[in-house]
């Protein structure tokens, strides 16, 4: 077997099978693995034939026709599989060859697979890749890290297939992350991040749905005006179309899907880490325990026959309630990206990881599932001040706050008055009127702590550590 393919790749599932033919329709050689060898008959003699493709029967056939450095990219489901082909590849490979993990593995086994891998003397790139099916195939979103040797080595094909963005549309939306998993976790945020986007986007339609009424013809309107404005996105496009689909039988789809929304963990791994790293990552894990409430559907509707609640009809104006959504939408928006950001800088804090937070908006600017003009401003904000701590004291995000924030009060306290459930517009209020004090209520919960634990306290006035006999002080009550 001839040893000149350019890249190699294990895992002919949707993702596998359309990132191998992006790699190939950019004049690359590829040879493809898989672990039901059917499945690579079948590839070769339909999307892969006249192409420059090998099929290959083994992980070792799939080696043998590399050239070196050898180049090998895994796409298959995160966990023990990833393990078991990379001990699979090792007794293969030669020092300075590459393993690449495209898969949406949880960082920590990144960091770990790493580690271990350059201890063989091989090189390990753990890449998270953003997209879908169709981002796969045209263009995604990269975000590589690992083992930094390995970047010149992949930069050219990754940066190749990429998604571009640009006045030129030459800028890729790929770029080196950092070492061991921080490729992986960067990805794992844009994935919170799509969690706070998605729910924040359905809670706007439930809200002009059941509240005021409008159609999915109107809906559709509304979400084609908001696609031109600073609301343009990916996910706001594509919830437009769905409102346009109907069924068969001339109804619409999206009112027969049934409301019980699917997982896949990330939302909840990003959720977890935050709370390990102590920083208020609210949004992402309202956005989680609205598809954990959503997939309570049995008890819903038995709980929908016995607790009562005020009527959801929101009687207002409605274009001008529908501008007020769509300011409530944004001003939230900022602060799902503002918390997402936040907790990337403690993570890399954390783990030493230098990473350029202008660049990762960037990373997202296209091909990504939460690809949109708003990241722009991001990546401007970064440019300023690459120290920023929080997005919400950039002035372009202050600005556009102080413009939302009359509508978004208003929405959160209709949705209230309305019982229609807002959570995640909710938390995200609830988080910048916490941020923006410079004075919350901890100073009681301090006390109450120091009461019944002596975990004691600091003061205002003093430095030091402080306990006080709180029983013996105390007000004896009457």
């Known amino acids: 077997m001839n040893s000149d393919c350019d890249f190699g790749l294990i895992g002919l599932a949707v993702m596998g099978e359309n990132l191998a033919l992006n790699v190939e329709s950019r004049g690359y050689k590829v040879a493809v693995h ?45 966990g023990p599989a990833v393990d078991a082909i990379i001990e699979s590849l ?33 090189l390990y790139c753990g890449t998270g890749v953003s997209g879908g099916e169709e981002g796969a195939l045209k263009g995604p979103s990269m975000m590589p890290g690992g083992s930094f040797a ?68 109107e809906l559709y309107d509304v979400f084609s005006d908001w696609n031109k404005g600073e609301l343009d996105s990916y996910l706001i496009e594509i ?16 009112d027969k899907v049934l409301d019980r929304a699917g997982a896949k963990g990330t939302g909840k791994w990003m959720s977890q880490l935050a709370l390990d790293l102590g920083v208020p990552s609210t949004l992402v894990t309202e956005a ?54 936040v907790q990337m800088q403690a993570a890399a804090l954390e783990h030493d990881w230098p990473l ?7 990373l ?24 920023l701590e929080n997005l919400l004291l950039a002035p372009y995000f202050q600005q556009a706050v102080q413009r939302a924030q009359a509508g978004w009060r ?26 923006r004090r410079a004075r919350l209520p901890a100073n009681l919960l301090q006390s109450q702590r120091d009461y019944f634990g002596a975990h004691t306290f600091e003061r205002v006035d003093k430095e030091g550590s402080f306990h006080a006999e709180w029983l013996q002080l105390r007000k004896e009550p009457t």
């Open 288 to 341: 989680v325990y609205a598809r954990s409430l959503s997939a309570l559907k049995a008890q819903r509707v038995r709980a929908n026959e016995l607790l009562r609640g005020p009527d959801p009809k929101i009687n207002e104006d409605k274009e001008q309630f529908i501008k007020q959504v769509r300011e409530a939408l944004y001003a939230s928006k900022i602060v799902s990206y503002a918390q997402g950001f």
């Open 410 to 435: 208003h929405v959160v306290a209709t949705a209230a008055q309305a019982g229609i459930p807002v959570p995640v517009f909710s938390s995200a209020l609830a988080y910048y009127d916490g941020y």
């Open 356 to 362: 350029n937070y202008g660049d990762c908006a960037m």
């Open 90 to 122: 090792i007794p293969l490979l030669d020092q300075g060859d590459i393993i690449i993990d495209g898969g949406n593995t949880y960082y920590a086994d990144t960091e770990r697979r790493t580690e271990y891998v350059e201890g063989k003397g091989l």
């Open 239 to 254: 919830s437009r179309d769905i409102f346009s689909v109907r069924d068969e039988d001339g109804s619409y789809l999206v």
């Open 150 to 217: 390995s970047w010149e080595h992949v930069k050219p094909i990754f940066q190749a297939i990429a998604a571009k963005v640009g006045a030129g549309g030459d800028i890729p939306c790929c770029e080196w992350v950092g070492p061991r998993g921080a490729g992986h976790y960067v990805k794992m945020v844009h994935n919170g991040i799509e969690y706070g986007d998605m729910q924040l986007i359905c809670e706007a339609y439930f809200l002009m749905k059941e509240g005021l009424g409008l159609s999915n013809d």
């Open 34 to 78: 898989n672990r039901t060898t059917s499945v690579v008959d079948a590839f070769m003699v339909d999307r892969a034939a006249g192409k420059n493709f090998v099929g290959c029967g083994s992980i070792e056939d799939l080696v043998n026709s590399l050239a070196r450095p050898r180049k090998v990219m895994m796409l298959v489901k995160a």
């Open 364 to 387: 997202w600017r296209g091909g990504c599932i939460i690809r949109a003009v708003f990241l722009d401003r991001i990546k401007e904000a970064f440019d300023v001040d690459p120290k």
